[in-house]
């Protein structure tokens, strides 16, 4: 995989973008959430097939290696969020009394799997974190599917179009296009051109402008209901802006740029509890503009102390156990000479 510079195309600005968008997804009326959701996801099946080609698939018990390397790499933040969710909840008075089955929350809350089919969700953003960890447990596959063939792409689209009628909408497969699309730019090395890419870019925020445009011209503290995109208005915003964010991957990070990529999961599953904690979507216009602020301020100071003491020193764990599990290489000649 070449990797070019353009600083403008930064990987981990992009994802904190992303994140950023849901944050105003949760706190203003420009609900873009789930369009950064899916690109999120095209992302992951993108960084997940180069790493199993380029790691993973080369250790000892790949496929085991895999799984407990992805969840080493999320669940510790994750469970993390959910104690300081579920303990801003009591603070406020809001942690209902009734939250379901008490096995599957402490389970789901620590080891994320089966987080979206919860009774109850005291992090919300946490449900797209259960579709990730599905991913995982079927991304080998689908790896190995779509390098062989690319038209395997289509099957992950089949399959996500008659999800609910195959009875699976809690589950990753009404989003395994996504994954599946970034999959397929990892294994099929698929470049987006320069041009294209910035195509995708100015066509997307031209596209969020003029959504913005209306938006101010309705502006009205008063007003509850959203002036919302639709489903497919996400969607399509999601599939024009692919190229793009497949563009940013070919492009070199330093190091300020991967801990801002880094930064901006744990911004994710951590501004749903700081702006419920802060009241944003209460008093004025003006009054909620301050709070959503305040907000920003308080999540990423949060998330940059987990970043440093939490999450930084995991991942070198992580990464120095999945170093030790590589396979040793055959030194050159060896096969030949014990066949001689």
């Given amino acids: 995989m070449s990797v070019t510079t353009d600083k403008f195309a930064a990987p981990g600005a992009l994802r904190m973008a992303l994140a950023l968008s849901v944050f105003l997804h949760h706190t203003t009326k420009f609900n873009l959430g789930m369009s950064a959701v899916l690109i999120f996801f095209v992302l992951s099946g993108y960084w997940v097939a180069t790493m199993w080609t380029k790691t993973y698939s080369k250790t000892n018990w790949s496929y085991v290696t895999f799984l407990v390397s992805r969840v080493w790499r999320v669940a510790p933040v994750f469970a993390l969020c959910s104690a300081i969710a579920w303990a801003l909840l009591w603070w406020r008075g809001g942690a209902p009394e009734n939250v379901g089955g008490l096995i599957h929350q402490l389970f789901s809350n620590v080891m994320i799997l089966g987080y979206n089919s919860l009774p109850y969700q005291a992090n919300v953003p946490g449900w797209s974190l259960d579709m990730e960890v599905q991913f995982y447990l079927v991304a080998p596959m689908v790896v190995f599917l779509v390098s062989r063939n690319l038209y395997a792409v289509l099957g992950c689209v089949a399959l996500s179009l008659f999800a609910p009628k195959l009875g699976g909408s809690a589950t990753v497969l009404p989003f395994l296009y996504f994954f599946g699309i970034g999959v397929a730019a990892a294994t099929h090395d698929l470049r987006p051109s320069r041009r294209l890419a910035y195509g995708s870019l100015a066509a997307s925020v031209a596209l969020l402008l003029a959504y913005g445009s209306v938006f101010f011209i309705n502006l009205d ?98 990464a120095a156990w999945v170093s030790g599990r590589r396979m040793a290489a055959e030194p050159m000649g060896a096969a030949q000479a014990a066949a001689a």
């Fill in 221 to 318: 503290p008063t007003q509850t209901t959203a002036l919302a995109f639709s489903s497919k208005a996400n969607l399509f915003i999601a599939v024009l802006m692919t190229p793009w964010a497949i563009y940013t991957t070919r492009q070199a990070s330093g190091s300020t740029d991967r801990m801002v990529g880094d930064m901006s999961y744990i911004f994710y599953l951590l501004h749903w509890s700081v702006i419920g904690a802060i009241g944003t979507g209460e008093g004025s216009y003006m009054d909620r503009l301050l709070l959503s602020a305040e907000a920003i301020a308080l999540i990423l100071a949060g998330s940059y102390l987990i970043w440093l003491l939490i999450d930084r020193p995991i991942g070198k764990l992580r």
